[in-house]
């Protein structure tokens, strides 16, 4: 049963369902059932070149989370979308301040998001894609097709 617990805790977060996520952390909860932790995110990095803005992100206990440091834009410059209220409120939450170095915005803690593309919109001011936009940083897959990977060796080792 331990067994099965674990497998569950491993792909339901890459499926996007949280039933079984507690609030310990991943390592905490693997001594504490003295079931092996999964394997831990990779860093993603999303770009806008343009502006010098580069933001990163990791996937922690199943929920994608904005690092403090990482860049982002002021303003909202996108068509009007519910992500421009969100973008708003980290504003004036002091989630995202002005930034150091040139950079216009960053954020000042960690924020964790409900999804990817809504971690790419607060960066970019704009309506994005997370699952294309998000790359692992130096090897350019998207978070989408890392996702997809997860999956694909779970199934190929017959472990569910």
Same mark, same amino acid.
């Given at each position: 049963?331990?067994?099965?617990?674990?497998?569950?805790?491993?792909?339901?977060?890459?499926?996007?369902?949280?039933?079984?996520?507690?609030?310990?952390?991943?390592?905490?909860?693997?001594?504490?059932?003295?079931?092996?932790?999964?394997?831990?995110?990779?860093?993603?990095?999303?770009?806008?070149?343009?502006?010098?803005?580069?933001?990163?992100?990791?996937?922690?206990?199943?929920?994608?989370?904005?690092?403090? @440091? %990482? /860049?982002?834009?002021?303003?909202?410059?996108? =068509?009007?979308?519910?992500?421009? +209220?969100?973008?708003?409120?980290? $504003?004036?939450?002091?989630?995202?301040?002005?930034?150091?170095?040139?950079?216009?915005?960053?954020?000042?803690?960690?924020?964790?998001?409900?999804?990817?593309?809504?971690?790419?919109?607060?960066?970019?001011?704009?309506?994005?894609?997370?699952?294309?936009?998000?790359?692992?940083? @130096? %090897? /350019?897959?998207?978070?989408?097709?890392?996702? =997809?990977?997860?999956?694909?060796? +779970?199934?190929?080792?017959?472990? $569910?």
């Amino acid at each position: 049963m331990e067994y099965f617990i674990a497998q569950a805790r491993i792909i339901l977060p890459v499926l996007g369902v949280n039933i079984l996520r507690s609030a310990a952390t991943a390592a905490g909860a693997a001594e504490a059932t003295s079931v092996p932790a999964p394997a831990s995110s990779p860093v993603f990095e999303l770009q806008l070149k343009k502006d010098g803005i580069v933001a990163i992100a990791k996937e922690i206990d199943g929920e994608f989370t904005v690092l403090e @440091g %990482s /860049g982002a834009r002021g303003s909202w410059t996108g =068509a009007e979308h519910a992500y421009k +209220v969100l973008h708003q409120k980290l $504003l004036q939450d002091g989630v995202i301040v002005p930034g150091l170095d040139g950079v216009p915005m960053r954020f000042a803690r960690d924020q964790v998001f409900a999804s990817p593309s809504a971690a790419a919109a607060a960066v970019v001011g704009r309506t994005a894609n997370g699952r294309n936009d998000w790359k692992v940083q @130096g %090897s /350019g897959i998207s978070f989408g097709n890392w996702q =997809a990977q997860g999956i694909d060796q +779970v199934a190929r080792d017959g472990s $569910l």
